[in-house]
């Protein structure tokens, strides 16, 4: 049960896209439809942004999407803005438990 | 709408057993495909998923923290308990309730509670 593996950091400049990695394995990332993606601001709780892969929750903006290739998950924020610079992090779901990632702090220039 | 609010001690001894509780609002553990799960985050590091109990009690628990974990709910007060045994300084988090619906965002966490902070210590 080894957490998924995420880039440290990635940053951009407002209206740039940036995309962040989740790697897994065969047993987690690659054996389910079920990544999701968090978005922590500092001290707040995480925000759901994707689930299944590549669907937004209502009220999700349309910059954010996901998508998934083999045993690695991605996160990409199209037009990058200020308040998206947060802590990311991936997780899948694994038949009877979860794991999440190891997070990714987007800093916008 | 739905609301979830963590209470328990913010310190607690190495060695005791902590008790969390989540108390929720705006929805029911008694809705088919409901759940309601704990997560936790150490301070400047990575989420940590704990445990999950569905409306039908059926109780899913990280492999890892299995054997000092229990989950258990009460419908009638809209609150879920969270118990960890033999607390150790790693055990050091904020402590994150969050919701499930299975036939509504799959089985994601789609409300959370503001999150409570532990801190283990002598």
């Known amino acids: 049960q080894s957490a998924l593996t995420q880039p440290r950091s990635v940053s951009g400049s407002p209206g740039q896209s940036v995309t962040i990695s989740c790697t897994g394995t065969s047993s987690d990332v690659g054996s389910y439809n079920f990544v999701s993606w968090y978005q922590q601001h500092p001290g707040k709780a995480p925000k759901l942004m994707i689930y299944d892969v590549s669907k937004r929750p209502s009220g999700v903006p349309a910059r954010f999407s996901g998508s998934k290739s083999g045993n690695t998950a991605s996160l990409t924020i199209s037009g990058l803005q200020a308040e998206d610079e947060a802590d990311y992090y991936c997780?899948?779901?694994?038949?009877?438990?979860?794991?999440f990632g190891t997070g990714t702090k987007v800093t916008v220039l | 709408q739905i609301t979830l609010k963590e209470s328990g001690p913010t310190l607690v001894k190495p060695t005791q057993t902590l008790t969390l509780t989540c108390t929720f609002s705006g929805f029911s553990l008694n809705t088919h495909g409901v759940g309601v799960n704990w997560i936790r985050q150490p301070p400047g590091k990575a989420l940590e998923w704990l445990a999950l109990i569905y409306w039908d009690d059926d109780k899913r628990y990280s492999p890892s923290l299995k054997s000092r974990l229990t989950i258990t709910k009460d419908t009638s007060k809209n609150q879920v308990v969270l118990t960890m045994t033999n607390m150790d300084p790693v055990d050091t988090a904020t402590y994150y309730c969050?919701?499930?619906?299975?036939f509504g965002v799959g089985p994601n966490f789609d409300y959370w509670g503001q999150g409570t902070l532990v801190t283990v210590s002598s």
């Open positions: 969050a919701h499930t619906a299975i």
């Open positions: 997780c899948s779901y694994v038949g009877r438990y979860y794991v």
